[in-house]
């Protein structure tokens, strides 16, 4: 029988050094709280189970985001990267997104290195079973060996080690990723504490050895050699020269015959699998029976670390029984001698239901206690550090008494996501999507910096150097956007006549520099053949914003319209204590979706699903009455 003693208090504790682990850690500690971050196991600390890469289209958007707040994943991926990739180049910025194949091992250790140097955070080996509560308030946490933490907030990130199975083929057993320990005490404490539990799954692929791929079979995918950073922080000078590439090749007719023969001892399909699956990270099993009529599917195969021969095959997630995965393997082209390293699996976990949580990520049902992550029903690295980084940041403004920190939909996708997922909730493990934002042509990867430095700065997480280089690239787009508006083209000969020799079609009139930058076929350095260039030199990153700025000018102003008249709605705040049943008007499903929910604000109780706009005007003149009648009495 295991003794329980007191052991040191805390401001906060984090339990669980996993992505969004480390962001809230990190967070907490940098805004003064003295925080202690527990986890099962200090060499799995920010450990990647699944694909070793860090961003793609909305995830790099995450990323950038969290680095302007003052996170550091940015920061982390951008020194212990093996190539990095920008997405949709041919496309338009919004969908512009920057992605990293990371070195998993490199980047575990420089991210638990950055977390053993920090001053006011203490990290811990040990696991969490109980949560210590005090009047329906967080006052700390008891680990398995009967150490008993004091805190003032709680910030559970246990992703997906929550009563975790995996399963491989007819296989199942008690085991967190990678053969981890999985936290099943915790999860009966939180199930008896009253929290609605869901039950959702994801899977991984084998891993196989590299000396044992013929490569020549395959097809190379290098990384870009224009340089790209994820953090604000980065110099274009400290890009890699030296990158590793990543390599393609396909399933084929054979690899899907051996899948068809087998799908009868695939545990989706014995139904060993409770948990539910995520619709964007299908198995290979899945792809073949919803994709029947694809003739091959993409195979990436993804190198895990300068450190090791361990090679991640992109996009065979499976749960397949292992001598089913071995001849699969084998079936592929440059895979014949394949050598099976680990094989993949899938693995069921715990999540909380994310309604039970207020934008900032803390509990409804407990007060100080946040959770942030997979343990919210999300999947991927990106999205679990972005959450982790709110909940940091709240549970010390609520500790130091400070205003509450809500990103709306309109400023970040870390705000979009959140949102969904506390006014809408999800039924299976949620990925961020470009499709998600409305206003995705705001909540760009090149302009993260301006649409959040500021708040991170406010937060106290964004350094005088950082803050310095960030007012003089902001100060330069305004003065160069200023001048380019202020200068004017005249269809001078000489101006007509060089014009022609790019190519372009001759001036009519006289029109704004900014004007003639607007045309498509007309970029910066073109327009420079006809004004003098800017006072201050602009970088690329700056010369990039000027374009966008003025070519999307039209977009990015309606967008912004439509936020503006938004505003008023966010701001009109809906009382904790309002009785929904005293509102005979409501129809009866919005009636209960609010009360499930209970928004926070007027514009998120629009954002619910069968709350229509006739029950948001009843709420409008509601909260008028209510407000008349105070201020009357
Ligand atoms: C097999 C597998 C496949 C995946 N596939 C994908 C995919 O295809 N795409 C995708 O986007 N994402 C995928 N993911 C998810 C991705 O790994 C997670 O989204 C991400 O790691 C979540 O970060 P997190 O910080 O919430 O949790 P994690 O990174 O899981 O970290 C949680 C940490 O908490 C610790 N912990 C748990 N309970 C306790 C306790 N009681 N006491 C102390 N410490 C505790 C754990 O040991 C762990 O270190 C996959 C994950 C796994 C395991």
Redesign the pocket.
Request: overall charge negative; aromatic content about 6%.
């Given at each position: 029988m295991v003794h329980s003693y007191q052991a040191q208090s805390f401001d906060v504790i984090v339990?669980?050094?996993?992505?969004?682990?480390?962001?809230a850690a990190l967070a907490a500690a940098r805004m003064g709280c003295e925080t202690l971050l527990?986890?099962?196991?200090l060499d799995?600390?920010?450990?990647?189970?699944?694909?070793p890469s860090i961003g793609g289209p909305a995830?790099g958007v995450v990323v950038r985001e969290i680095d302007a707040l003052g996170g550091q994943m940015g920061r982390n991926i951008d020194q212990t990267y093996l190539q990095m990739r920008m997405l949709n180049t041919g496309k338009g910025p919004a969908v512009r997104a920057l992605r990293a194949q990371a070195d998993k091992h490199a980047y575990h250790m420089l991210m638990k290195h950055t977390l053993e140097k920090e001053a006011h955070l203490t990290l811990r080996q040990?696991?969490?079973?109980k949560l210590l509560i005090k009047d329906g308030k967080i006052c700390g946490?008891e680990?398995?060996t009967g150490a008993k933490y004091q805190a003032q907030a709680v910030i559970?990130?246990?992703?997906?080690?929550?009563r975790?199975k995996?399963i491989v083929g007819e296989l199942k057993y008690s085991s967190?990723?990678?053969n981890?320990?999985?936290?099943t005490?915790?999860?009966d404490h939180l199930k008896k504490l009253g929290f609605e539990i869901a039950r959702f799954k994801?899977?991984?692929p084998p891993r196989i050895k590299s000396q044992s791929i013929d490569y020549n079979e395959t097809k190379i995918q290098p990384g870009d050699e224009t340089p790209n950073n994820f953090s604000f922080s980065s110099k274009d000078q400290d890009y890699l020269k030296e990158q590793i590439p990543c390599w393609l090749t396909y399933t084929n007719q054979s690899s899907h015959d051996i899948i068809q023969q087998n799908l009868h001892r695939t545990p989706i399909f014995t139904g060993i699998v409770e948990g539910v699956g995520?619709r964007?990270?299908p198995s290979i099993e899945d792809k073949i029976v919803r994709f029947a009529d694809k003739k091959r599917h993409q195979l990436f195969l993804e190198p895990e670390s300068r450190e090791t021969e361990e090679v991640y095959v992109q996009g065979l997630?499976t749960s397949l029984p292992e001598d089913v995965q071995l001849s699969l393997l084998h079936s592929i082209a440059g895979l014949k001698n394949a050598q099976m390293m680990r094989p993949?699996?899938?693995?069921e976990?715990d999540v909380i239901k994310p309604h039970q949580l207020r934008p900032t990520l803390e509990t409804k049902l407990i007060s100080g206690l946040y959770t942030?992550?997979?343990?919210?029903g999300?999947?991927?690295?990106?999205?679990?550090?972005g959450?982790?980084l709110i909940a940091g940041i709240n549970a010390a403004l609520k500790i130091a008494g400070g205003e509450a920190f809500v990103l709306k939909r309109s400023d970040a996708y870390i705000g979009v996501m959140i949102d969904d997922l506390v006014t809408k909730g999800t039924m299976e493990?949620y990925?961020l999507l470009t499709s998600r934002a409305e206003y995705r042509l705001i909540l760009r990867h090149d302009n993260a910096d301006l649409r959040l430095m500021e708040m991170g700065r406010k937060l106290g997480l964004i350094n005088d150097d950082q803050w310095l280089r960030f007012a003089i690239k902001k100060e330069k787009i305004k003065n160069e956007l200023r001048r380019l508006n202020q200068l004017k083209l005249k269809p001078t000969t000489e101006v007509n006549e060089k014009i022609t020799k790019l190519g372009y079609k001759p001036l009519q009139d006289a029109m704004s520099a900014a004007q003639f930058l607007k045309r498509p076929e007309i970029g910066y350095s073109d327009l420079l053949q006809f004004i003098t260039p800017a006072v201050e030199n602009l970088n690329n990153k700056e010369v990039e914003q000027i374009e966008i700025a003025i070519k999307y000018e039209g977009y990015i102003q309606k967008a912004l319209d439509k936020i503006e008249k938004l505003k008023r709605l966010e701001a009109k705040r809906i009382p904790e204590n309002i009785d929904y049943d005293a509102i005979d008007s409501l129809a009866t499903e919005a009636r209960q979706k609010l009360n499930k929910i209970r928004p926070e604000t007027l514009a998120q109780a629009s954002r619910i699903s069968g709350v229509n706009s006739a029950d948001i005007s009843i709420l409008m003149v509601y909260l008028q009455s209510i407000s008349k009648r105070r201020s009357s009495s």
């Open positions: 339990v669980g050094a996993g992505h969004a682990g480390c962001e527990l986890t099962i196991n799995m600390v920010a450990f990647m189970p699944c694909n995830k040990s696991i969490v079973e946490v680990t398995a559970l990130t246990t992703g997906t080690a929550l975790a995996i967190g990723p990678n981890s320990q999985a936290s005490s915790l999860a994801t899977g991984t995520a964007y990270c997630s993949g699996y899938a693995i976990y942030a992550g997979q343990i919210n999300t999947s991927g690295y990106e999205e679990a550090a959450q982790g493990p990925r």
